[in-house]
């Protein structure tokens, strides 16, 4: 499977953007899915998952109330909608697949990753 994630840009704090994190190769419907992100100098920080089916959602603590994580398995992708950001909130942003159930906040759960889009937020 490869993933891509797309629609990074540079923002103004309190602005809202949405990524997408298309799959080809194979369909991503029986998969858990989540974002990540990172910046310069920092470790690889968890932002949201969400299960196979959507009916459940894990974000990390910076992001609850601001960021959501919706599928549309029909098109195969996952999004990733930001709001309210802040500079704080600027990285490279990848989205990884995560086959079965475990820990959603480890790395090492996830297998496939995609290449990652910047966001940038100034203030």
């Known amino acids: 499977v490869q993933l891509q994630a797309s629609g990074g840009g540079l923002v103004q704090a309190g602005a809202s953007l949405r990524l997408s994190c298309a799959a080809s190769g194979r369909t991503i419907s029986d998969y858990n899915m989540g974002w990540w992100r990172q910046s310069p100098g920092k470790d690889r920080e968890f932002v949201a998952a969400?299960?196979?089916?959507?009916?459940?959602?894990y974000y990390g603590d910076s992001v609850k109330g601001r960021f959501t994580i919706p599928r549309d398995n029909a098109r195969n992708t996952v999004y990733l909608q930001m709001n309210s950001l802040k500079p704080e909130d600027t990285a490279v942003y990848y989205c990884?697949?995560?086959?079965?159930?475990?820990?959603?906040?480890?790395?090492?759960?996830?297998?496939?990753w995609g290449m990652g889009t910047q966001v940038t937020v100034s203030s």
């Open positions: 990884a697949r995560k086959p079965g159930s475990g820990n959603y906040y480890n790395r090492f759960q996830y297998d496939y």
């Open positions: 969400i299960t196979t089916d959507g009916a459940s959602t």
